[in-house]
């Protein structure tokens, strides 16, 4: 296309030139048949024939003639402060063959105005000027359409085409910002070339991610590339959609596996994607179901081996966990209460270990015996309480059985058992009592008295106790 405007336009310069050619062909044979007709002229006026032919200047009046030099003045300042500098940034030399013939030009008018050729300067600068315009007006025409012809090659991603159009817009328009930023985008397709082509590959196998990988690499190369970023975020769209649905796919699986963990961390990464879509309610719920079932089930089973292994505290303290997310599930509170019942009962009958000897006293006796009674039924589920309870049984009957107790004396000593009885003045003397604390108390006129408390213990079969009052008064 650019050949062939190169081509009309040296036509059109030959055209030109023919025509001017034969103006001055004709011109010439005027001439010769001007001198022909002097020659039959009088030698006379052949001797002024220098200074008619030399003064065309004088045919003007002088008014006039000014008046054309100024019109001439103005013409060629318009043309040297804004045709011509317009035509030098169209580097014409490098495109247009005839280029020589407007230097010429401007140089014969240049040539007829320091000759006072006043009209004949301001006719050719009139020429001149058409002739200029028209070469402006065929380079706009040739940059634009090898510029429109480069950029649509370059949509094409067909680098040579885009590469050979662009250099020739800038031919002629070297300075265009337009063209340079084409230029510039051209320039990228080499390395642009092989990640297009793998993003439209990609395309075909429908993978939207490599896809992206490849367009996000373009982007970075070129950002400005026509349709990349519209297309990343369609595809980031996408593959945000895929990533969710398949985090509350995997979330769903993760609960139905009893898998809370990985379930909550597909909830998170979805949330991150889009935390307004219902299914992360939904997800959400059964996760914290699943939690809250597991929890449970962790408490209960957890509470049962405690039992096994007889540890009660353990078990009440899971129980409890267990009630709190599941207040009224049966297994739960039934197995709180046992919990509650079978501590209660190893504390009371450890009270009742640690103080055997009030077990003497009638009152502690019958709650013994009724905490012992308890004890006994709930045997079966304590090896702890069976142990504590037979402890409990055996001391009770140690407890309440008789002891016999020597009572020695010198046979001057009143002896006598507080809160008992008299024993009298003895030597030796055996009494029944239960085992426990005893006051023996011994008097003798003229001495002091002494005051002896003993414990008489559970585990002996006998026991003996010397009162004599030897000190004096």
Request: proline share 3%.
């Amino acid at each position: 296309m650019i050949e062939e405007k190169l081509k009309a336009a040296r036509l059109d310069s030959a055209k030109r030139r023919m025509q001017i050619g034969i103006g001055l062909f004709v011109i010439v044979c005027l001439c010769a048949l001007l001198v022909i007709g002097l020659s039959f002229v009088d030698i006379s006026l052949k001797k002024n024939k220098a200074l008619v032919v030399a003064s065309p200047k004088e045919q003007l009046p002088a008014v006039d003639r000014e008046k054309v030099r100024g019109e001439f003045k103005a013409a060629l300042q318009q043309y040297e402060n804004e045709i011509e500098p317009r035509l030098k940034l169209t580097n014409v030399q490098r495109w247009y063959s005839a280029s020589f013939e407007i230097n010429e030009l401007k140089k014969k008018v240049m040539e007829n105005f320091s000759n006072s050729d006043y009209g004949i300067a301001l006719d050719n600068l009139r020429l001149l000027n058409s002739l200029t315009l028209n070469v402006l007006k065929e380079a706009d025409q040739i940059f634009e359409q090898n510029l429109e012809k480069a950029k649509q090659l370059l949509t094409d991603n067909l680098y040579d085409g885009a590469k050979f159009h662009i250099e020739k817009a800038r031919q002629v328009n070297g300075q265009s910002p337009e063209a340079l930023q084409v230029q510039a985008e051209i320039e990228k397709l080499p390395d642009l070339l092989p990640l297009l082509n793998g993003a439209a590959i990609a395309r075909a196998e429908n993978d939207i991610q490599k896809e992206y990988d490849y367009l996000h690499q373009v982007s970075k190369i070129a950002p400005e590339r026509d349709g990349v970023k519209d297309r990343l975020n369609e595809l980031r769209d996408r593959i945000n959609t895929q990533k969710f649905e398949w985090h509350i796919s995997s979330g769903f699986d993760n609960c139905e596996n009893k898998q809370p963990q990985k379930a909550r961390s597909h909830y998170k990464k979805a949330r991150q994607i889009d935390s307004k879509r219902p299914e992360l309610s939904w997800l959400l719920t059964q996760i914290l179901a699943l939690e809250k079932s597991l929890r449970i089930t962790l408490a209960v089973n957890q509470a049962q081996q405690a039992v096994r292994q007889d540890d009660w505290e353990q078990v009440k303290l899971n129980f409890a966990r267990a009630a709190k997310d599941a207040p009224e599930d049966q297994t739960v509170v039934e197995g709180l209460g046992r919990a509650n019942h079978i501590l209660s009962l190893q504390a009371g009958l450890e009270q009742f270990l640690k103080s055997p000897y009030r077990l003497a006293h009638k009152a502690v006796l019958n709650k013994a015996q009724q905490t012992l009674v308890a004890a006994i039924a709930a045997s079966g589920d304590s090896f702890k309480i069976k142990r504590q309870a037979t402890q409990l049984s055996e001391l009770i009957t140690q407890i309440n059985r008789v002891i016999p107790v020597t009572i020695i004396s010198d046979n001057q000593t009143y002896v006598l058992v507080r809160g008992v009885g008299k024993v009298g003045v003895v030597t030796k003397k055996i009494i029944q009592l239960k085992p426990g604390n005893y006051t023996f108390e011994g008097t003798r006129k003229g001495f002091k008295s002494k005051l002896l408390h003993l414990l008489i213990p559970y585990d002996q079969n006998q026991f003996s106790v010397r009162v004599i009052c030897d000190e004096s008064i």
